[in-house]
């Protein structure tokens, strides 16, 4: 069975610009959640999504935004983009019942010069 | 507001010793905790978890202790080999939560 697949694997963006991170999950796994790791802050909860539907949101500004599409696929855009956005942007999928552990991707390294 | 707590930031341990891991949060809802692995250049991966209404669960060479009334968790990793040295992550969720919250993780370093 395949991994969680994420791409791009590294990205250079410019302050300002806007970017767009794919993710495609486990086959059968209806759920995508999105997490960015930094130094020293762990995995800050982005969003989740089941179905099509956001059903969780972490506390990031409006800039980041995701969607997921009916194969499961999701994508997470961040909009003008600051320094302070640089980080590894980490891609789950689970089956989406409570407690289902989360397979993680390899993640997209983003660098914001 | 840190709700899982990982306060140390790396530890080193010498082969086939015990490597003790600790975390400790703060809610009280939380019911549900697990351990997740990570590689460098590589996403985390599942190690194992543990539920509320026990306070052991042993897969292998690593064991979760739960000490509800401390609200305190630990992993242990007996023997510790080389291949363990990675960043170990604690996380916790609550009933019905789809979604754990992470600690900062610890990095374990095992010397050959």
């Known amino acids: 069975k395949a991994g969680v697949t994420q791409t791009p694997r590294y990205l250079i963006k410019t302050r300002g610009q806007q970017v767009t991170l794919s993710c495609s999950p486990i086959?059968?796994?209806?759920?995508v959640s999105w997490y960015q790791q930094t130094p020293g802050q762990g995995l800050q909860f982005l969003f989740e999504?089941?179905?099509?539907?956001?059903?969780n949101k972490g506390n990031f500004p409006g800039r980041f935004s995701g969607r997921q599409f009916s194969n499961s696929r999701s994508e997470m855009n961040v909009s003008t983009l600051e320094l302070g956005d640089s980080a590894l942007y980490l891609c789950?999928?689970?089956?989406?019942?409570?407690?289902?552990?989360?397979?993680f991707g390899n993640g997209t390294r983003l660098t914001v010069t | 507001d840190q709700q899982v707590k990982q306060n140390s930031p790396s530890l080193s341990v010498q082969e086939g010793r015990i490597s003790i891991l600790n975390c400790d949060y703060t809610?009280?809802?939380?019911?549900?905790f697990l351990w997740y692995k990570k590689y460098p250049a590589e996403g985390p991966t599942f190690l194992i978890s543990?539920?509320?209404?026990?306070d052991k669960n042993e897969d292998g060479r690593f064991t979760v202790f739960l000490n509800k009334s401390a609200k305190h968790l630990s992993l242990h990793i007996v023997p510790s080999q080389p291949g363990d040295s990675a960043v170990y992550f604690c996380a916790a969720s609550s009933g019905g939560s789809y979604i754990p919250t992470f600690g900062r993780g610890t990095s374990l370093i095992v010397h050959p």
């Open positions: 086959s059968g796994h209806r759920s």
């Open positions: 809610n009280s809802m939380f019911d549900y």
């Open positions: 789950a999928s689970s089956l989406g019942a409570s407690n289902s552990p989360l397979h």
């Open positions: 999504y089941f179905s099509e539907t956001q059903r």
């Open positions: 543990i539920s509320s209404i026990k």
